[in-house]
């Protein structure tokens, strides 16, 4: 089994107090297994159910154990890019702090890392019901049209990344379109990806956000922003190519 130099894993949680003391368990059980030197970073994008509470005295038993708290909701990609900008090793992956995944796959991934400095997960099989797998395509559609970005599962919550490597990388989105963001403007600087079937399973504690209306409108906005801001970019050096 390969294991990596050194791995941050972070989890960007939003009011998943039932669920934390099971992956920070299941993470300290698996990360050594896959890296020699690790971290495990809680991002609480302003939960109200005592999550830092928890993560807290987790810390005090392991200080591998970090917390990054925002002081109020921000959104699923502010919480992302502050898992990245937290992250201190060689390696960085996430996955939601809903449980859908096991580390246990992890694995299968860091296998990837002599070719590829990008690794992400795609779920075989999504367990969360026919509305989210309707609308995932959807964006999916609307991702590629406007960016050709043809990633098989663009929003897996499941990805390793070379750490230097993502933090050169300028993020502004703050909601859901994040990860499509990422994988974009890793795709401009060439890199290559590696994309590795992953099991899914079905949240056991709290509430799921992402479908919520908000939350796809924000994601869609944000994308037809940036496509228009790159747009706007390409024409302006055009207008001084030409001279005008």
Same mark, same amino acid.
């Given at each position: 089994m390969t294991k990596l130099s050194s791995l941050s894993v972070f989890f960007p949680c939003y009011n998943e107090a039932a669920n934390i003391p099971l992956f920070v368990t299941e993470a300290l059980q698996e990360l050594p297994k896959v890296a020699r030197k690790f971290e495990i970073i809680v991002v609480d994008d302003g939960s109200t159910d005592g999550s830092a509470k928890l993560v807290r005295t987790w810390h005090q038993k392991d200080r591998r154990i970090r917390l990054m708290k925002h002081s109020k909701n921000r959104g699923y990609g502010a919480a992302l890019r502050t898992g990245f900008a937290a992250a201190k090793h060689d390696w960085v992956f996430f996955t939601d702090g809903d449980l859908q995944f096991r580390l246990a796959q992890l694995s299968k991934l860091t296998a990837q890392t002599d070719k590829y400095q990008v690794v992400i997960g795609y779920r075989k099989h999504r367990a969360d019901g026919g509305i989210r797998v309707f609308n995932a395509k959807l964006f999916k559609l609307y991702i590629d049209i406007l960016f050709r970005l043809q990633v098989r599962d663009i929003d897996c919550a499941f990805k390793l990344l070379k750490t230097d490597l993502v933090q050169q990388i300028p993020l502004e989105s703050?909601?859901?379109?994040? %990860?499509?963001? @990422? @994988? $974009?403007? !890793?795709?401009? &600087?060439?890199?290559?990806? %590696?994309?590795? #079937?992953?099991?899914?399973? @079905? &949240? &056991?504690?709290?509430? #799921?956000?992402?479908?919520? #209306?908000?939350?796809?409108?924000?994601?869609? /906005?944000?994308?037809? &922003?940036? $496509? !228009?801001?790159?747009? /706007?970019?390409?024409?302006?050096?055009?207008?001084?190519?030409?001279?005008?």
């Open positions: 703050t909601g859901a379109f994040l %990860s499509a963001e @990422l @994988l $974009y403007k !890793l795709k401009k &600087r060439g890199l290559k990806f %590696s994309q590795i #079937p992953v099991d899914h399973e @079905l &949240r &056991r504690f709290g509430t #799921p956000t992402g479908n919520h #209306p908000k939350v796809v409108i924000k994601a869609g /906005w944000e994308a037809l &922003r940036l $496509y !228009l801001h790159m747009k /706007w970019q390409q024409c302006q050096v055009l207008i001084q190519q030409l001279g005008l």
